[in-house]
């Protein structure tokens, strides 16, 4: 069976820095690109970041270009989120997803809390 297992998030102070991981099994994770999906409790996903199999293409939705970075380690099936200078706004669950786009596995999430 597939299993995305998310890990890292927390409560955190605006400004400040966390960093994700997601632990894959169950698939050849490093023949998949993969995804960074976000959701708050009743509202639909947003789409975060992607990064092709290979690990050095990455892309980013606007609100956190210049502020997180995907990365992945192939050798480990591990994906990564490196969140830095965050905002209130960047309070969700985030999902590690398989797929370039949030369209395969889900895990069931880290929540990341940014408050003061």
């Known amino acids: 069976d597939v299993q995305l297992q998310a890990s890292g998030g927390g409560l955190v102070q605006p400004g400040g820095s966390l960093k994700l991981s997601c632990a894959a099994s169950?698939?050849?994770?490093?023949?998949?690109?993969m995804s960074w999906v976000r959701q708050a409790p009743g509202k639909a996903p947003e789409w975060v970041s992607a990064?092709?199999?290979?690990?050095?293409?990455?892309y980013y939705t606007d609100s956190v270009k210049g502020r997180f970075t995907m990365s992945r380690d192939n050798a480990k099936n591990t994906l990564y989120l490196q969140m830095n200078s965050l905002k209130p706004e960047d309070t969700f669950v985030y999902h590690c997803?398989?797929?370039?786009?949030?369209?395969?596995?889900w895990g069931q999430g880290t929540q990341v809390t940014v408050s003061s």
């Open positions: 997803t398989t797929g370039g786009a949030g369209e395969g596995y």
């Open positions: 169950g698939f050849t994770f490093g023949s998949r690109a």
């Open positions: 990064i092709n199999p290979e690990g050095d293409i990455a």
